[in-house]
């Protein structure tokens, strides 16, 4: 149980193109979605929280217009990544939290197995 | 606000040989505390958690981690390696939001 996919695995791109990733929870629905970046030999650095129906929260630093998150659906979120570039090139990974979990914290995410970019 | 850091980037171990992952928290008040593992162009599997209702934490895989508040630390362990167990592990912690340690990536030497 608490699968999560996300969509595409990878792809490829031309400079100042826009490319959508999915995340989708397939067997629960999520009370939140968290959207990382990783880049190679680093860390996950999370990039923004969202919850249904509302506008997401993005980290300091985050440019919330050239990364726009929608969650349209307790089981999908999506995240734009707008007139990429080079520097965007990173793999890309979602997590959810189950709905109905306690919302004070400590809640386990399940992650989806990533979408590497990369920006030619 | 909490950090979390992992001590050690490269951990090398024989097979068969005692694995130890080393983590230490920064928060005035423990919070929750994971362990993921993470395989090559993989997202992040839960190994355990701790979530302050057992200081020693049993997990997938054979691993457990222990939480010891005096020393700040949540080290993950497994008494014997095996070759599968070759991947990235992190450490992470927080309430609401979770921060992850920078990773630490064990090797398994046959």
């Known amino acids: 149980g608490a699968v999560v996919s996300q969509h595409p695995s990878w792809v490829i791109c031309k400079s100042g193109t826009s490319v959508k990733i999915e995340c989708r929870s397939l067997?629960?629905?999520?009370?939140?979605m968290f959207w990382y970046r990783q880049f190679p030999k680093q860390s996950l650095m999370l990039m923004a929280t969202s919850n249904e129906g509302s506008k997401a929260t993005y980290e300091q630093g985050v440019e919330k217009d050239k990364f726009l998150i929608n969650h349209a659906s307790l089981t999908l979120s999506t995240l734009t990544v707008t007139s990429a570039h080079p520097e965007d090139s990173s793999f890309y990974i979602c997590s959810a939290t189950i709905l109905g979990t306690s919302g004070r914290g400590g809640e386990t995410q399940y992650f989806g197995p990533g979408t590497r970019l990369l920006v030619l | 606000a909490q950090s979390v850091t992992q001590l050690g980037s490269h951990v090398s171990v024989s097979e068969g040989a005692l694995v130890l992952l080393r983590c230490n928290y920064s928060s005035s008040v423990p919070p929750y505390l994971f362990w993921y593992v993470q395989y090559p162009n993989q997202g992040l599997q839960l190994l355990l958690k701790?979530?302050?209702?057992?200081?020693l934490v049993k997990g997938i895989n054979g691993f457990e981690a222990e939480f010891k508040k005096s020393e700040t630390s949540f080290h993950l362990t497994k008494p014997s390696a095996h070759m599968s167990d070759a991947a990235e592990y992190f450490c992470?912690?927080?309430?609401?939001?979770?921060?992850f340690g920078i990773g630490t990536k064990l090797q398994v030497i046959p």
């Open positions: 992470a912690g927080g309430y609401q939001k979770v921060t």
């Open positions: 701790y979530t302050s209702a057992a200081t």
């Open positions: 067997d629960f629905q999520a009370t939140t």
